[in-house]
């Protein structure tokens, strides 16, 4: 059965810091890894990481993946109590779609 | 503008009354699914479907119904054989299975 474990759960920084969100994943056939934002209702799309070693950024979000370990980590920096949501990990590759984790909820305290 | 539409926001209903919620895409992605949400949980898999008039069980699909007759469309029946159907329910569709999802607004299902 494919999983997918997220770590940390729950997360509180303070406005600035640097934080490390972690994905674990095993999926059969895995093709990408994907990272979502959600805040209030729908999970917006931010990366999709389908070779090892190359990171993927967009202004203060990072991420890459290692297909080796089957590992992927999300960093933030300088963050903004704006980044406060739930960030969600998801592997792909099985015929059944996306295998989500449990998410990491960030509160990010001014 | 392109997006999926999930309808209605809120629901409320009696124990032991079907429902369905609407999910419609007009993005002309062959693949939608259909996620449930609980709280401190992640996306749990409900149905899939790769393409129209074809779907798929998912991870827990008990008491749980759907169709894809339409491309666009993907409704979800929740049925009175579902034990604990109150909670977050998410559409979603993609280009295939193993590309970005797009997700609808999603739908809180409340069962009295």
């Known amino acids: 059965e494919d999983k997918v474990v997220q770590s940390p759960l729950s997360l509180v920084v303070h406005e600035g810091d640097t934080v490390t969100l972690n994905c674990s994943y095993e999926v059969t056939n895995f093709r990408s890894l994907l990272w979502y934002k959600q805040e209030k209702k729908a999970p917006t799309f931010l990366f999709m990481l389908t070779s090892s070693g190359i990171e993927k950024k967009s202004g203060r979000l990072s991420s890459i993946l290692d297909k080796k370990e089957l590992f992927s980590i999300l960093n933030i920096t300088a963050t903004q109590t704006g980044d406060s949501a739930v960030y969600l990990c998801a592997g792909g590759g099985g015929a059944d779609g996306l295998t989500f984790g449990k998410g990491t909820h960030l509160i990010i305290q001014p | 503008d392109g997006g999926i539409t999930q309808s209605p926001k809120y629901l409320f209903r009696k124990e032991g009354q079907n429902v369905t919620l609407s999910c419609e895409q007009n993005?002309?992605?062959?693949?939608m699914y259909w996620y449930r949400q609980d709280p401190g949980q992640g996306l749990r898999l409900i149905y899939y479907?790769?393409?129209?008039?074809?779907?798929q069980k998912g991870d827990i699909a008990e008491g749980y119904s759907v169709s894809r007759e339409k491309k666009e469309s993907f409704p979800l029946t929740v049925t009175s054989a579902q034990k604990n159907p109150t909670a977050f329910y998410l559409c979603?569709?993609?280009?295939?299975?193993?590309?970005?999802?797009?997700f609808g607004q999603g739908t809180r299902l409340t069962v009295v």
């Open positions: 479907s790769q393409i129209v008039n074809d779907f």
């Open positions: 979603a569709s993609s280009w295939t299975v193993t590309t970005e999802a797009f």
């Open positions: 993005l002309n992605h062959d693949a």
